[in-house]
């Protein structure tokens, strides 16, 4: 009798044990399905980097931010630190929302072709957003004038002071916008366009205008047309500026 209790004792281990190993394989499965879904940091281009620029750069100018995707989208490569940042450099433009990865950057900077300056002109570099530089409409060659916002002490003790706009340059030419020089711009991709670095060719007393004006108050620039006529005047301040 004993005996014949054996063989059903026996059958209700291994049932028990393989709904043991099918429920912990389950529990696994299970785990493994809610870690994929978890939110992870990865690093992405918030605007178009350009070919070229440091990792570095790209951060100090806001141009890499941190965002959340589920561990199972999170490519394989994805850039995991900014570990030596300065040494690594975009190997082609990085489109605005890109993941950065391994692959995105290099240890040696990519060649660049060499910017031709005008004859008796210098090239001054402008960084600004997207609407103070035409949005993506700017191309090399295009002709354009740079106004100049500043704020104006008080003229008298207690008097507010004001915020003054006038014209700063009257026509420059661009040269390159983010690297992308004119003799780049036929083989240029579509994001290259909305790099925030704007190269100009200006004369010496231009040159110290612009750079008098990057350092005390916002450049903004104005696309000409080809009969565009702008003049100086007196500007427009927060006092006049519906008169």
């Given at each position: ?8 004792l026996l059958?209700v ?7 043991a ?11 493994r399905a809610?870690?994929a ?16 620029t440091s ?16 561990a ?11 570990e030596?940042a ?5 190997v082609?433009?990085?489109p ?14 990519p ?6 300056v005008?004859d008796?002109?210098m090239?001054?570099s402008?960084?600004?957003d ?10 090399p ?5 740079i ?11 207690g ?10 340059l009257?026509r ?7 690297p992308?020089?004119?003799q780049?711009q036929?083989?240029a ?6 790099a ?5 060719a200006?004369?010496?007393?231009q ?7 990057i ?8 696309l000409?047309g080809e009969?565009?006529?702008?003049h ?12």
């Amino acid at each position: 009798m004993k005996r014949r209790w054996i063989p059903i004792l026996l059958a209700v281990v291994l049932a028990l044990a393989a709904g043991a190993v099918v429920f912990l394989f389950a529990r696994g499965a299970e785990n493994r399905a809610i870690a994929a879904e978890q939110p992870v940091d990865v690093m992405v281009a918030g605007s178009v980097i350009p070919k070229g620029t440091s990792l570095q750069a790209a951060i100090d100018n806001n141009l890499v931010v941190t965002t959340q995707v589920s561990a199972k989208l999170k490519p394989a490569n994805s850039l995991e630190s900014t570990e030596g940042a300065a040494a690594l450099y975009a190997v082609s433009d990085i489109p605005a929302q890109q993941t950065l990865t391994t692959d995105s950057f290099s240890i040696t900077p990519p060649a660049t072709t060499p910017l031709e300056v005008p004859d008796g002109k210098m090239a001054v570099s402008v960084l600004l957003d997207d609407p103070a530089k035409v949005g993506p409409f700017l191309r090399p060659g295009s002709i354009i004038a740079i106004f100049e916002t500043i704020t104006q002490p008080a003229k008298t003790p207690g008097a507010p002071s004001l915020r003054t706009t006038r014209l700063l340059l009257d026509r420059a030419e661009v040269l390159a916008v983010g690297p992308v020089t004119q003799q780049q711009q036929a083989d240029a991709a579509d994001d290259a366009w909305q790099a925030r670095l704007v190269t100009v060719a200006v004369d010496q007393l231009q040159a110290e205008k612009l750079v008098q004006g990057i350092q005390t108050g916002t450049p903004y620039m104005a696309l000409l047309g080809e009969n565009t006529v702008v003049h100086q005047t007196a500007g427009v301040n927060d006092s006049d500026l519906f008169n």
